[in-house]
């Protein structure tokens, strides 16, 4: 199921989103402001926000027009909730790109409903091919990555190096493994090919390069 990010600082409506979006067989992170919010954001991509517009410290306008306006997380499906009833708040909402809006006071079944088939329009689209881990962001369809909202200019062999291991977080690839993967099973460069390939990788991905660990005398783990 998917993973959803809650932007909600009435405790009350955010347990009760919660328990709906769990009893749905959904993973959630709670965040009771835009700063926590954007915190999470930048550990872990979600499948989709539930974001409530009247927040503490930037309402969830504010929010929206900040991710579509970055290019790692501008098709990020995002539904606000709002008190608000007038018609022009909500297409607001909508104009600065969310996908969907709820009106409180909301009943458990139309929350799932609307979440459910949010879900089920994005599924399948470019989103999917989008992997991300930290502020890594690998657009496979595009052959892009950006990091921290910045376009990162890989070689075709530092891109395949980074997709092998976004693909396969948390697990150990020996150097061999990498090699047979990247270059190929007949390349006979030797496996500090992939040790130099990984250091220029790092910091090409500045302080996200922190996110490929050395396993001593094995090989690489993203993590």
């Not at 998917?2 to 919660?18: G, K, Q, S």
């Not at 990020?76 to 008190?83: G, K, N, Q």
């Amino acid at each position: 199921m998917a993973l959803i990010y809650i932007v909600e600082d009435d405790e009350n409506i955010r347990e009760i989103e919660a328990i709906a979006l769990k009893n749905s067989g959904h993973m959630l992170y709670e965040c009771e402001d835009a700063k926590s919010f954007f915190k999470a954001m930048s550990e872990k991509c979600p499948d989709l926000a539930l974001v409530d517009v009247m927040l503490p410290d930037e309402d969830g306008y504010e929010i929206v027009r900040k991710l579509r306006g970055n290019e790692a997380f501008k098709r990020l499906p995002v539904i606000m909730v709002t008190a608000k009833t007038m018609e022009i708040d909500m297409i607001k909402g909508l104009d600065i790109g969310a996908d969907d809006y709820i009106r409180k006071p909301f009943s458990v079944i139309e929350l799932i409903t609307r979440v459910k088939a949010l879900l089920r329009r994005t599924e399948g689209e470019s989103l999917g091919t989008v992997m991300c881990v930290g502020n890594i962001v690998m657009d496979n369809d595009r052959h892009i990555v950006h990091v921290d909202g910045r376009l990162a200019e890989l070689t075709f062999k530092e891109y395949e190096l980074l997709k092998f291991l976004m693909s396969n977080v948390g697990i150990v690839m020996t150097r061999d493994a990498i090699m047979r993967k990247v270059w190929g099973t007949d390349f006979g460069g030797g496996t500090r090919t992939v040790d130099m390939h990984i250091k220029t990788l790092r910091q090409k991905l500045k302080n996200s390069g922190a996110h490929i660990r050395t396993v001593r005398n094995v090989g690489y783990v993203m993590e």
